[in-house]
């Protein structure tokens, strides 16, 4: 492929092209409302150890499959009443749902680490549902960046996350919603919070009542220790959280209307929606040699707050070696 076509707007053409790519075991980026996906056929052994080789990820940290239907994700895994009217109320939208897999569901089995669940989701995007519609195969796709590094939010970050390790790009702007969606696992008795994201937990608890939450954010009794904060979503600059202002050196990445002196904010307006479209982005801005490193402003913790906080925790955990 030549490098001109390496990122492409999504026209009908390219969406055929990227999708015969998927069908031959190829890795195809492409934009959710999340951030951009690394997709590969979810079928394929080969396809989806692709994936763990392109972003160098641990073989036992699971992958999410994209598909486009309700009735597609009830071919692979079991469906609870809770399941059932969280993806209508949620589907499509930033919802991943991890359920108990179908025993014969067509599926590689490097998909589920050796786990016996499967995490599905329905994203909100328009491209991304066309090609996973055209592929005609679930679509396995963690986030389009080097393991442990900042999520992808514009084609051009995934071309520097990743370059070379993709067939094709397809460049659909920048994704609506910023983060990642919230994971609930619905595998057991009690639902859990296993990542919050895009929608709220409070949304999802109007739904199906109490989720169990394992987060430092609400749970008071159990302050963030750092060995349970894997380093994730981290820029290379050390990142430094609920600072209220810069020390001499640091970017600043403001909140609100009095974050004196920031080099950048996440909203002036203080909404916690925008912040979170712009948070990756403006920490991927800030990532720069002249500054020693990233302060960011406190943010409110309710709403998209408990996620924006849940990534910038681990961007400033301590860093494997
Ligand atoms: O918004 C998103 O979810 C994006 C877009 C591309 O859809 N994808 C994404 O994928 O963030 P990734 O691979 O970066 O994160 C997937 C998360 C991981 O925390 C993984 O451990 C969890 O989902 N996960 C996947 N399958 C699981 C399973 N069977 N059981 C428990 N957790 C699972
Ligand atoms: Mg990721």
């Not at 897999?101 to 669940?117: Q, V």
């Not at 639902?191 to 430092?216: F, K, M, Y």
């Amino acid at each position: 492929m030549t490098a001109r076509h390496f990122i492409s707007r999504p026209s009908r053409q390219v969406l055929r092209q990227a999708a015969r790519l998927l069908g031959r075991g190829r890795l195809v980026a492409f934009p959710t409302e999340t951030v951009y996906g690394l997709g590969a056929d979810a079928a394929s052994d080969r396809a989806v150890a692709a994936i763990y080789a392109a972003k160098r990820r641990p073989w036992h940290n699971p992958l999410i499959v994209h598909v486009a239907s309700i009735a597609a994700a009830r071919r692979l895994a079991r469906f609870d009443s809770r399941a059932e009217r969280l993806a209508r109320r949620f589907w499509p939208g930033p919802l991943t749902l991890v359920l108990r897999r179908r025993p014969g569901a067509r599926l590689s089995r490097y998909i589920s680490a050796g786990l016996g669940t499967v995490a599905l989701r329905i994203p909100a995007n328009p491209v991304a549902l066309a090609l996973i519609r055209q592929s005609r195969c679930p679509v396995a796709a963690p986030s389009a960046n080097s393991s442990g590094r900042v999520s992808p939010t514009r084609a051009q970050h995934v071309r520097q996350s990743l370059g070379g390790r993709v067939s094709l790009i397809i460049d659909g702007g920048a994704c609506a919603v910023g983060l990642e969606s919230t994971v609930i696992d619905l595998s057991g008795k009690a639902a859990r919070l296993l990542r919050p994201g895009g929608v709220p937990l409070e949304a999802l608890s109007n739904v199906i009542g109490p989720i169990v939450v394992e987060d430092p954010d609400t749970d008071e009794r159990r302050p963030a220790s750092p060995g349970r904060l894997l380093s994730h979503y981290a820029p290379s600059r050390p990142v430094r959280t609920n600072a209220q202002e810069p020390r001499v050196g640091e970017a600043y990445l403001g909140f609100g209307g009095c974050s004196q002196g920031a080099t950048l904010n996440l909203s002036t307006r203080a909404d916690l929606e925008e912040a979170a479209a712009n948070l990756f982005a403006m920490l991927r801005a800030l990532d720069r040699p002249e500054f020693t490193a990233i302060a960011v402003a406190p943010i409110p913790r309710h709403g998209l707050g408990r996620a924006i906080n849940d990534r910038l925790r681990r961007a400033a955990a301590p860093r494997r070696p």
